[in-house]
């Protein structure tokens, strides 16, 4: 599976689901490419499948409202620790695999 | 996992509304949903001329994509940042902006800001030392800014912009963490135009999920800009947005039922209206609607720059400098 130019190999048997868990992304905010078509999250997954992964998350800086957002207000940047923290999770997960590769 | 309406595979399955789609009945049901949404919150009708706010991402795009499908007249603007980043942001989505209008022979309005008056968003950023030199405060007045006044000047009643679900349950998070009690009251999925400079504001895409208006852009084969924008990397928006995303993942509808219950209580009169309403006259430079003495945030700003730079002050005759496709 290809993640903004990152490689996660999964086993073969397992649905895009728990692939995405595995590899510690949102199911909520990924969306599954299989030769240009859109996968459901129950879909199987079979030996040799290349999946393309499209993260569906933007993040605006305006309202209509008069409302703008700045990056540094709250002080922490826990978003950063956030993908800091599915980055190694997946990190560990591709290290760790084995079996079919998807 | 099969489509609810004809047995074909789906492409999609929206655990809120226990709703699985194949590709044609997901390209059916978009555009439906939209109108029932048109027309619950009143926003415009077929005689109405509207100006979509164009980014060159998937929501805006698809927005308009979808207003085009289901035959209003809607022209698009694309406000040109200069943002570098790295990448050519702003250069990637304006072309990409572009292709979009020219393969479907739509009129798309260009503004650059740079040509316009003279700097950047990240330069006025630094110049204008608003935002701690991060530009998402100056850019956010901007776009403001000139979005109602290609819309007014350009004769469109109507701004449409593709704010999702994900977008506003963020922002009502936000605010309601911090309990913004302005910014909640003026949370809708319309904002009436209150005086005859403003136009009226729209987000027709307020009840989808960003998920969803993801899937629509692919499966149209709508080419977007993926990238994000340089300046929202590690946004508290994407940060809320990642929270939500976790409480739907345990529960799904959740967000939804946050922001519709928002609207619920809104309309049952949780929120009571500001006892002063704010009084808007005319900017004393540009003319534009302001609350503020004398002349417009913007124009105040667009002063220090022209101090700094010897940049043009905004001009009265900005659709001059408006490139029609």
């Given amino acids: 599976m290809v993640y903004r130019d990152k490689e996660y190999e999964v086993p073969a048997g397992m649905t895009v689901r728990d692939a995405l868990k595995k590899v510690g992304l949102q199911p909520e905010t990924t969306l599954a490419v299989h030769e240009g078509k859109l996968l459901t999250d129950d879909t199987i997954l079979k030996e040799g499948m290349q999946l393309k992964l499209v993260a569906v998350i933007s993040g605006g800086c305006i309202s209509l409202s008069g409302q703008t957002e700045h990056p540094e207000r709250s002080g922490a940047r826990p978003s950063t620790s956030l993908r800091s923290a599915h980055a190694a999770r997946a990190r560990r997960v591709v290290e760790g695999s084995g079996g079919g590769v998807v | ?325």
């Fill in chain 2, 1 to 325: 996992m099969k489509c609810r309406k004809c047995s074909e595979k789906a492409i999609i399955n929206m655990r809120q509304h226990k709703l699985a789609l194949c590709e044609t009945h997901f390209l059916e049901w978009v555009p439906e949903q939209t109108q029932r949404f048109i027309e619950k919150y009143a926003m415009f009708t077929p005689e109405d001329k509207i100006l979509v706010a164009i980014s060159g991402g998937k929501d805006s795009l698809s927005l308009w994509d979808i207003l085009i499908r289901l035959g209003y007249h809607a022209d698009g603007l694309y406000i040109g940042l200069g943002i570098d980043g790295g990448a050519n942001y702003s250069d990637e989505s304006h072309r990409l902006s572009q292709k979009f209008a020219d393969e479907r022979g739509l009129n798309l309005r260009v503004v650059e800001v740079e040509e316009t008056y003279g700097a950047t968003i990240p330069e006025l950023a630094v110049i204008s030392n608003r935002g701690r030199d991060k530009p998402c405060s100056v850019c956010g007045l901007s776009k403001r800014y000139i979005m109602n006044r290609a819309a007014y000047d350009g004769g469109y009643n109507v701004l449409a912009t593709g704010h999702n679900l994900d977008d506003e349950a963020a922002v009502l998070m936000q605010n309601t963490l911090h309990w913004a009690g302005g910014y909640l009251v003026r949370q809708a999925p319309v904002l009436a135009a209150t005086h005859s400079g403003l136009a009226r504001k729209v987000k027709p895409l307020c009840r989808f999920y960003e998920r969803e208006m993801a899937a629509y852009a692919i499966v149209r084969g709508i080419e977007y800009i993926y990238d994000e924008c340089p300046h929202a990397v590690g946004s508290t928006t994407i940060y809320y947005k990642e929270i939500l995303n976790q409480l739907e993942e345990k529960s799904p509808g959740s967000k939804l039922q946050f922001y519709l219950s928002f609207l619920q209580a809104k309309e049952q009169g949780l929120f009571a209206p500001q006892s002063v309403e704010v009084e808007l006259h005319a900017c004393a430079k540009c003319g534009q609607p302001t609350s503020a003495p004398g002349e417009c945030s913007f124009c105040r700003m667009w002063e220090k720059v022209r101090a700094v730079k010897g940049g043009r002050l905004p001009a009265a005759a900005m659709l001059t400098n408006i490139v029609e496709a």
